[in-house]
């Protein structure tokens, strides 16, 4: 049996062990991050932005494909995002829009994705998140586009039928709320939060807030504020806006589907290069006769693309015709997705391509 002191004493070879590897570690990131200052050196002479979704993504993938362990993959890729973000940081300043106040849940799919290295600009409307970087007002913005368990986010889709902005890069989230307020349960007669979030907690609702009046708001953390200065009020949405606003957590998860999840997309202005594994966005119209649809969408069957959203929302233009949303997997440089989209503008009266971008590493 191993003595107190020979335990104390491989303990502190341990930590010693330690000690010499994050000197090293500590060694490499400063080598790394002179490397981030050079690269941005030569981006500035070239007008281009400190940001590269697509590089960024294959360093990640490349590096969770070498990951033996014992490291988890998911701490891994957050350890890594930081790491990437504080040598973007020293690249150059981005300016990120997103439908905010702070602590929605936008807010943190922003964090999520681009690390703390870049300045975070809440705006009140997803409208204003696609003009503020139109206007160059920021580099990027953030919106969210669909959840798992209530569909597309309709006010998104709207923006990009009139938008040239395309999509850089995306990130899923994974969606857990809560309820809180200032007062106890019983007390509650309103419950504020944007319409999504009070729709994937219905059913909760339903059974122990029945009498309580739902009110829809542009944010999960609007409602919080909402909610941290009105009596007998409360909020759905994540625990760190209850932190944030001062409010207490009366119930947790209670989003009636397990696995809960939103994908947002992060917009800019440039369009990104392949990586490998990369996902394509298109907006369409056809004619409206029988058939044209299935022909449109038949082109990605027969070049073996596979398909992973479709949504329709109504053309406003002209009564009872419809713009098509659909996301497939690979890149509009790839050959079989130049066949298809060739293909596809045959049986379309307009087709857009929304852009390429790397797919979210899940």
Not at 129 to 140: M, T
Not at 278 to 303: E, M
Request: hydrophobic share 40%.
């Amino acid at each position: 049996m191993e003595c107190n002191g020979d335990w104390q004493n491989r303990l502190e070879e341990l930590r010693k062990e330690i000690d010499e590897i994050d000197e090293k570690i500590l060694s490499l990131l400063n080598r790394r991050a002179q490397v981030a200052i050079s690269i941005g050196a030569h981006k500035r002479l070239r007008g281009r932005s400190p940001h590269s979704p697509s590089r960024e993504a294959q360093i990640l993938n490349r590096l969770l494909r070498l990951n033996e362990g014992p490291l988890p993959s998911d701490s891994l890729k957050a350890i890594y995002r930081e790491i990437l973000s504080a040598c973007r940081k020293l690249e150059g300043h981005v300016r990120v829009a997103y439908l905010g106040p702070e602590f929605s849940y936008t807010d943190l799919a922003c964090r999520q994705y681009f690390g703390h290295g870049v300045e975070l600009y809440p705006v009140p409307t997803i409208q204003d998140v696609f003009y503020e970087v139109e206007r160059d007002n920021a580099n990027y913005g953030v919106v969210p586009v669909e959840n798992t368990a209530e569909g597309e986010v309709n006010d998104t889709l709207d923006m990009f039928t009139r938008s040239n902005l395309k999509i850089c890069a995306e990130t899923l989230l994974p969606i857990h709320h809560c309820l809180m307020a200032n007062c106890s349960l019983e007390e509650i007669k309103v419950v504020y939060s944007r319409d999504s979030a009070l729709a994937q907690c219905k059913g909760w609702l339903s059974t122990h807030l029945p009498s309580a009046k739902l009110c829809p708001v542009s944010s999960t953390a609007e409602g919080a504020m909402r909610a941290a200065s009105e009596p007998n009020a409360a909020a759905i949405g994540h625990i760190l806006a209850a932190e944030h606003y001062g409010l207490k957590v009366l119930a947790s998860n209670i989003e009636d589907m397990p696995g809960n999840k939103t994908r947002f997309l992060v917009i800019g202005k440039d369009s990104q290069p392949p990586t490998g594994q990369d996902k394509t966005s298109i907006l369409f119209s056809v004619a409206h006769r029988p058939g044209t649809l299935y022909r449109a969408l038949g082109a990605l069957q027969r070049f073996n693309i596979n398909m992973t959203m479709i949504a329709s929302r109504p053309a406003r233009h002209t009564p009872w015709e419809y713009l098509f949303f659909v996301d497939f997997q690979g890149h509009v440089e790839d050959e079989p997705v130049k066949a298809a989209l060739e293909e596809m503008r045959k049986e379309c009266l307009f087709l857009k391509v929304l852009g390429s971008y790397p797919e979210a590493i899940e």
